[in-house]
């Protein structure tokens, strides 16, 4: 069966389309730039070229049209008809405490969606216009939420809670939350399969470091404590996002620049990171690390505090799961930069590491890079949402 998977933002749609037999992904591009001017569609069949059309998309559903269309055109299709797409998979960010795993989309399902609104305002409403104008363009086809949240929904309640009061959490849900979930569900279960271990039998801890950055604990399978909270602002110091920092500082800096707390949180959320404390080099790690090998101070100073940040969260995950078998890295700067899994794994001598040096340069393959006695063992496993979404949607459909 073909399965579409799409990832809605509130100007872009991916998209991929999976058969879910082989596992291998048939065609998938991008839309950009929906509703502004200047919109294109970027689409590559697998084995093809990629094609760039810049073409006008008012709105998503016309986005969708044009997808459905390249997917099954003369020229550039690689199926003959919708009815080939067996079900669509759709990305959803946030799934509040009311999903714990995916479900088939129906009317209520959109209903409970549309109340997290308030939790992702950014993401959530952009995900149901993509749900929207593929029930428009697609009647009949079944329809699957996949939410980046609803992995991290078996984390107890003292990783979950804040030290608020508690009156905040029962009449607006302000709790941890997580996000990367698809990601770290996906990474967590191909390492133990990569191993030949039941996941049920493991503690790992996957650091999922790309643009946006997060750590969890998955203890026998099941995620016990994640870095991001009730937005993915919390945590590890990532791409333009500062991570944690003392709330405090609002105020503080609020004051003495004279701004808004929504300006603030423009700073925190887009300014912060190691873009920040590289003082605007990068928010890039392939430029960070040129900077690095420069001897840029700024530069230095953004990577060593990017990894010493990761190197503390296994430090509080392995106590979080009382010790740990297995730590996994994936995402862009996971999976492609040996450089920051040697600066982490320097703080982590006590849990008996050793990189294998060699294993540890290699790129795009799931691949152990400790060494065969390192007591804890390091892997590197490439994250994929896109399958893990279609793997969800058929086992539901
Ligand atoms: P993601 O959000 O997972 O797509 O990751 C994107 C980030 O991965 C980029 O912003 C880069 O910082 C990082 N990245 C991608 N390729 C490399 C590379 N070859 N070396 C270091 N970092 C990389």
């Known amino acids: 069966m073909n399965i579409l998977v799409i990832n809605c933002g509130s ?29 294109q569609i970027v689409y590559t069949p697998a084995g093809g070229e990629k094609e760039i059309h810049v073409t006008p998309m008012p709105d998503h559903t016309e986005a969708i049209r044009l997808v459905l269309e390249a997917l099954t055109n003369d020229r550039t299709g690689v199926v003959k008809s919708l009815k080939e797409i067996g079900a669509v998979g759709h990305r959803v960010v946030h799934g509040g405490e009311k999903f714990a795993r995916s479900v088939v989309i129906d009317d209520e399902v959109l209903e409970a969606i549309e109340a997290c609104n308030d939790l992702a305002p950014l993401h959530n409403p952009a995900n149901l216009i993509g749900i929207n104008a593929c029930r428009k363009l697609m009647p009949g086809t079944p329809m699957v939420a996949v939410f980046d949240t609803a992995f991290h929904q078996t984390m107890p309640r003292e990783a979950y809670m804040y030290g608020l009061p508690v009156e905040y959490y029962e009449k607006y849900r302000i709790r941890r939350y997580g996000f990367h979930g698809t990601s770290h569900s996906y990474v967590s279960k191909r390492a133990a399969e990569v191993l030949g271990v039941p996941c049920e039998s493991l503690k790992t801890i996957v ?10 604990a998955v203890k026998n399978g099941k995620c016990v404590d994640t870095s991001m909270g009730l ?57 960070l690390e040129d900077g690095y090998h420069r001897g840029d101070a700024y530069a230095v100073c953004a990577m060593k505090t990017f990894a010493y940040r990761v190197a503390k969260y296994i430090g509080a995950y392995t106590a979080a799961m009382n010790g740990v078998d297995l730590i996994c890295f994936t995402a862009g700067v996971g999976e492609n930069s040996p450089l920051v899994r040697t600066m982490v794994c320097e703080y982590l001598g006590y849990l008996g590491i050793a990189l294998d040096q060699e294993a540890n340069e290699k790129r795009g393959q799931d691949i152990l890079i400790s060494t065969p006695d390192s007591r804890t ?20 459909v």
Request: a negative charge; proline letters at 3%.
């Open 377 to 396: 063992r390091v892997m590197v496993i490439p994250t994929n949402e896109e399958l893990a979404i279609a793997r969800e949607t058929v086992g539901l």
């Open 207 to 216: 650091c999922h470091l790309g643009n946006g950055a997060s750590v969890s």
């Open 11 to 39: 100007s872009s749609l991916k998209f991929q389309l999976i058969d879910s037999g082989s596992e291998q992904c048939v065609a998938k591009g991008l839309c950009e730039r929906i509703g502004i001017d200047g919109s």
């Open 231 to 287: 937005t993915p602002l919390e945590g590890l110091i990532m791409g333009t996002r500062s991570g944690d920092i003392d709330p405090a500082i609002l105020e503080f800096l609020a004051h003495k620049e004279n701004r808004s707390i929504d300006e603030i949180m423009g700073i925190l959320n887009k300014k912060s990171g190691v873009l920040g404390l590289s003082n605007n080099l990068s928010s890039d790690f392939r430029d």
